[in-house]
């Protein structure tokens, strides 16, 4: 490596090709580069010349680098690597494409859909880092970017601080570290998103925060990113900073329906109640928070929008609307959101088969009424739209489908003749078609947490459950072993919500089992006649099908150490056999395929999907 410039004032980092200054502000510059070993676009931080000499600016980056390099979460950007070199250092991070939710929110207004989904990934990342003892304190809109797949990022840990935070102060005092940074009236974050308590201090009042007000803080921040991302204005809009201050002092926001009718009355209550001047009063942490704002957006869906939303016809509508009155007149009421059955998604000919959602709200599932079994995509966001089959050739008769974590690329199963599996990669923005990611292996899973993949591979005939990282190149011996006296098949790993266990069908007994994810322990959950098995994604409860009991998803609560897993049942549809089935990322809906099958008709399937209560 050398310290010398490069091009204009572009620094020279050994291995690293500097593309543009990206962003500049403060004591740091910010560079979009490539890694020119790894083959990819990376963002590199940096100190300004004039912030070196500086031992706060130095404290701070030294910070953010140490934060970010603790947080594990697909709504913080990742950090790959330091870099020290005479005297100055750099971060290197992961290149976010997309906008920043400044220019989403200056760009119009966000879909009421959107804007939903993308406070709730906020608030998920937010929950996450408190979670960890980090406060931000600097959550605003130019703080956080939106990938072009609805992938929400939060950006720019400066000013973020541990709880507890013994390695990177004097003292261990959150309270005497933010009133460092906070003394001599210099206020934290930007203006336009600070909590009343902290505008009071840069107005005079020295009582640093402790933890509990430091949350408290990055609540009122939230409340105010949540308004604007519902609204598309600010709460508080002062033309100079002391009219700013005041309102936020003082000022009530403008009521967010007058703004935009559309937002339910619940979906407010949530935001204004972080917005309320006394942090005693807000949400006592980000995680309560969310679950309120999940809870709302659930309340403000009128039950009959999935309805008409499907209803082709006069005579259909006039039949829900007598049936409503009907039952409204004998002293009932239509709580579910959606008839007993589920919303039914696709009505193709022929059987659609393994529907996956991804944080796009984009369905995936296959369909087989076009010849060979292929991949059908469906876009819930969008009332009618259409199914659409992208792929002209899969490369084989395809068996199921997941998503990457991001939701920018579909990993599916193919057959060859034979019936050897191969996993593919398909990369949906990339005009090329998917490529082998794994031969030799089928149903594909990947960790909570990003990092690794479980999947089944075939050995000697038979199939067995491994582990990889999640390109597929570190690949581990596998961690289920059979009896030679009872060959078989171990298929459908999925994981827990804590990545600590895997569960699986075994066959041909058709049991569901689980495994530690370091093969450490394993053990039967159920008894013969039970497949298909799939983890909550937010509970560590498993779901599974039996075929003898057609129309009910079955569970258990799994709790390591137990023996005995009592199981329970849960009835959806109408009797018909469920072939498949999965949840939203979110855990609040679950996606089912049907089918019908008889000697006298080709058979038939369809995909639904009912809302999940907590």
């Known amino acids: 490596m050398t310290g010398e410039e490069g091009m204009g004032d572009f620094p020279r980092i050994e291995g690293f090709r500097i593309l543009a200054r990206i962003g500049s502000g403060g004591w740091g510059d910010v560079f979009k580069a490539r890694d020119l070993q790894l083959d990819r676009m990376v963002v590199i931080k ?12 130095w404290a701070r980056f030294h910070r953010e680098a140490w934060l970010l390099a603790k ?29 920043t939710l400044k220019e989403r929110i200056e760009g119009g207004p966000i879909p009421y859909a959107e804007a939903c989904r993308i406070a709730c990934d906020i608030l998920s990342a937010v929950a996450f880092i408190h979670e960890q003892g980090i406060v931000h304190r600097d959550i605003k809109p130019a703080n956080i970017m939106v990938t072009p797949s609805g992938t929400v990022k939060l950006l720019d840990f400066g000013l973020a ?75 508080f809009q002062g033309e100079t900073a002391w009219a700013l201050v005041s309102e936020i002092l003082e000022a009530s926001p403008p009521p967010m329906r007058e703004l935009r009718p559309e937002v339910p009355e619940s979906v407010e209550r949530v935001i204004l109640q972080a917005l309320h001047k006394d942090p005693q009063r ?74 996956r959602v991804n944080r796009k709200n984009l369905l995936a599932f296959v ?50 003749t034979l019936g050897h599996p191969t996993i593919r990669q398909w990369r949906l923005a990339d005009p090329q078609p998917p490529r082998i990611f794994l031969s030799g292996a089928r149903d594909l899973a990947f960790s909570h947490d990003g990092k690794r993949i479980a999947f089944s591979e075939e050995v000697a005939g038979h199939f067995c459950i491994a582990l990889s990282t999640i390109d597929g190149d570190q690949k581990a011996p596998c961690i ?32 569901i089992w689980v495994i530690a994810a370091d093969g450490s322990r394993e053990g039967r959950l159920t008894e013969q006649g039970s497949i298909s098995p799939k983890w909550h994604p937010k509970r560590k409860r498993v779901y599974f099908l039996r075929p003898d009991t057609p129309g009910i998803l079955w569970y258990l609560d799994f709790l390591p150490g137990q023996d005995d897993f009592p199981r329970h049942r849960m009835k959806i549809g109408q009797g018909d056999p469920i072939h498949s089935f999965s949840f939203s990322p979110d855990g609040r809906r679950i996606f089912y395929a049907t089918y019908h099958d008889s000697s006298s008709s080709p058979p038939q399937g369809s995909i639904f999907v009912l809302p999940l209560g907590r």
């Open 367 to 416: 369909v087989s009424d076009r010849g060979l079994p292929t991949i059908g995509l469906l876009d819930l966001s969008l009332p009618f739209a259409p199914v659409r089959f992208p792929l002209e050739d899969p490369g084989g008769t395809v068996e199921g489908v997941t998503w990457s974590p991001d939701g920018e690329c579909l990993y599916f199963t193919t057959h060859d």
């Open 282 to 355: 807000r949400f006592a942490t980000v995680g309560e928070m969310r679950v309120a704002l999940e809870e709302a957006i659930g309340q403000g869906k009128r039950w009959y929008a999935p309805l008409l939303s499907r209803l082709h016809t006069l005579r259909n509508a006039v039949i829900y609307l007598v049936l409503f009155l009907g039952l409204f007149l004998f002293g009932y009421w239509l709580m579910p959101s959606v008839p007993p059955e589920g919303e039914r998604l696709t009505t193709i000919a022929g059987m659609e088969l393994f529907p």
């Open 71 to 99: 947080l594990q979460h697909e709504g913080i950007v990742d950090v790959y690597k330091i870099i020290r070199q005479r005297g100055q250092l750099f971060i290197v991070m992961e290149f976010v494409e997309g906008e």
């Open 161 to 235: 601080k541990m709880l507890i935070d013994s390695e990177l102060a004097e003292t261990t005092d959150l309270e005497a570290t933010i009133h460092q940074i906070t003394r001599a009236g210099s206020l934290i974050g930007t203006m336009a998103y600070i909590a009343p308590e902290m505008a009071r201090r840069g107005e005079g009042e020295s009582d640093p925060p402790h933890a509990r007000s430091a949350i408290a803080s990055d609540i009122f921040s939230l409340g105010i990113v949540l308004y604007e991302i519902f609204t598309g204005r600010r709460p």
């Open 480 to 511: 289920t072993k059979r009896p030679i006296d009872r060959p078989g098949e171990d298929l459908f790993p999925d994981w827990s919500p804590d990545d600590r266990w895997i569960v699986f069908e075994r066959r041909p007994e058709q049991e």
């Open 46 to 57: 940096t100190i300004r010349k004039e912030g070196l000499g500086n031992p706060e600016v």
